[in-house]
Structure formats: C-alpha cells, structure tokens
C-alpha cells in the first residue's frame, strides 16, 4: 500500500495527486468523505479546471486563492468506475486551462447542496485507489485588525480596542 498525506491534512497538489495516479493506471478511484464513508463507486469526474477567486478580506487586504477543481457526478450507469488513468488522461486534457501551474486540489460534489471538499490523502491498495476528502472551513483573514483584544486587568483605555 502506497499513501501520499501529510499529518496536517494540508490539500494535496496536482503533482501529488498525478504522481499517484501514475503509479495505479488500472485501479478504481474510492473516493472517501471526510467521515469515512464513500462516495457512489459509480461517479464521474465532469471537469477539471482552474479556480481562481479574488477578493477583499475585512481588513481591506486583496487576496488571490487559486486551486484546481475536480468537478463530479453521479449518473444512473451504476456500472461505471473511473480508474487512475482515465483520471490522469482528465488532468491532461485540463493542461491548458491549469497552465503549468502546481495548484491545490479540491473536489466539488452534488448531494442536496453543492459542496467543496479538499483533496488530503492518495492511497493506492491491491484493489483501489483511495482519495480521502477533508472539509473547508472559513476564517477571519484579518484578526489583528477585526478581532478585539482580551481584555487586561480592570480598566480599558478609550479606542484600544479591548472593549
């Protein structure tokens, strides 16, 4: 058994996931939910493209957080499986809206709502290949600026902000 993870479920590359790919061409894609349950074997990967979102955080800052979106969908062929090449041959197909560029992977999948989940763990098995999905989560991207400050001892300055 091969893995590809880090111990702080950091997203995992296109270059990790293409690595492991490569090393498992005949082998049907798992994909795995965050709670350890699989996605329909039965699925497809309907794009792969190049995610690009621009915004102001609320501190002011512009920000760029750029990651590659493997889009999926589950169909009524029940006997469908995607396999490690096809996968590959997907990520080969997508080289031109990618532009070389070694960007975090995220997949994106229909129940009742639309969800985003981060790519954080290849494992090649005798039978499978495994991906393992972990959740998204929003922080304050300004906290220094929007979060107030513990209050210290007994009084509070007027406009220190830790009141």
């Not at 007027?158 to 009141?163: D, E, F, I, M, T």
């Amino acid at each position: 058994m091969t893995t590809t993870t880090t111990t702080e479920q950091v997203t995992l590359m296109i270059s990790d996931v293409c690595a492991a790919l490569a090393a498992a061409p005949g082998l049907p894609i798992t994909v795995i939910w965050p709670d350890g349950e699989p996605i329909e074997a039965h699925f497809h990967v309907t794009e792969v493209g190049r995610v690009q979102k621009d915004f102001v955080d609320c501190g002011g800052t512009v920000r760029r957080v750029t990651t590659c979106l493997l889009q999926t969908w589950v169909g009524d062929d029940v006997d469908h499986r995607i396999t490690g090449a096809k996968l590959l041959k997907a990520f080969e197909f997508a080289a031109p809206v990618l532009k070389g560029e070694d960007l975090p992977v995220e997949l994106e999948y229909e129940a009742c709502n639309v969800v985003t989940l981060r790519v954080v763990a290849v494992e090649r098995t005798e039978s499978e290949f495994v991906v393992r999905l972990a959740g998204k989560h929003t922080d304050c991207l300004a906290k220094e600026l929007c979060v107030p400050t513990t209050k210290t001892g007994g009084t509070c300055t007027p406009g220190s902000g830790c009141c």
